[in-house]
């Protein structure tokens, strides 16, 4: 079936490195995406990686894919108050590129200044 | 990339009305998705709207509480029929991005529905 798991909350100090975790259940998903929901907006595509890649940089974030364990990861590097937001892991799922979207319930990132 | 306006922003609404949600696309798209986020959930996919055929529903969504319309390759329109308080959430609209490879998508603002 089709699940994405990510845990609920993730509290860090600014300037400290987040890591935001999720697991995947869809062994034939091509791409795996986070997006960042700000409160009161819509989606913010962050960055994306696929499924041939093991790793993915794009400025302060790293992505780390484990494809044995389906096991996907954001890092954060010098976490901003900028930064807090929602995160969602998703992938898509039915017929590749033009397949839809399954989404994590999101982790809730805060960062204390 | 796509940009989506996507309107009402929010709206309060007593039961037993409807709402129609528009979204607006600033380039032409096959596929365009709706998505419901309930309070504290993720996003759920409602239905797959392609221009000139029926929208896909997902289970647990049926096209006569959720009527879509898609008259062309730019825009599309949601509306939560019969509403009741369970509806209060927020609607998403969802484009991929054009000529982007691999395929991103974007999403519009939002529809924050309450249901009193």
């Known amino acids: 079936g089709e699940d994405v798991e990510q845990s609920l909350f993730l509290s860090v100090r600014e300037g400290d490195s987040s890591v935001i975790n999720c697991t995947y259940t869809d062994s034939s998903s091509t791409y795996l995406y986070w997006y960042k929901q700000e409160p009161g907006a819509g989606l913010q595509l962050l960055t994306y990686i696929f499924s041939n890649m093991d790793m993915k940089q794009d400025q302060r974030l790293t992505v780390l894919l484990n494809k044995k364990d389906k096991h996907l990861s954001l890092r954060i590097a010098d976490t901003q108050t900028g930064d807090s937001a929602i995160y969602f892991c998703a992938e898509i799922v039915r017929g590749g590129s033009q397949g839809n979207l399954i989404f994590g319930k999101g982790t809730k990132l805060s960062v204390k200044p | 990339s796509a940009v989506i306006s996507q309107k009402p922003s929010r709206d309060i609404c007593q039961r037993g009305t409807s709402l129609t949600i528009q979204c607006q696309v600033d380039?032409?798209?096959?596929?365009m998705f709706w998505y419901r986020q309930q309070p504290g959930q993720s996003l759920t996919l409602i239905a797959t709207?392609?221009?000139?055929?029926?929208?896909?529903?997902e289970s647990g969504f049926v096209i006569d509480k959720f009527p879509i319309s898609r008259p062309n390759l730019t825009f599309s329109t949601l509306t939560v029929s019969n509403m009741s308080p369970e509806d209060s959430s927020i609607y998403l609209c969802s484009v991929p991005i054009p000529g982007q490879f691999p395929y991103g998508y974007t999403f519009g603002s939002g529809t924050r529905l309450t249901v009193v």
């Open positions: 709207a392609n221009q000139g055929s029926e929208a896909t529903y």
């Open positions: 380039s032409q798209v096959t596929m």
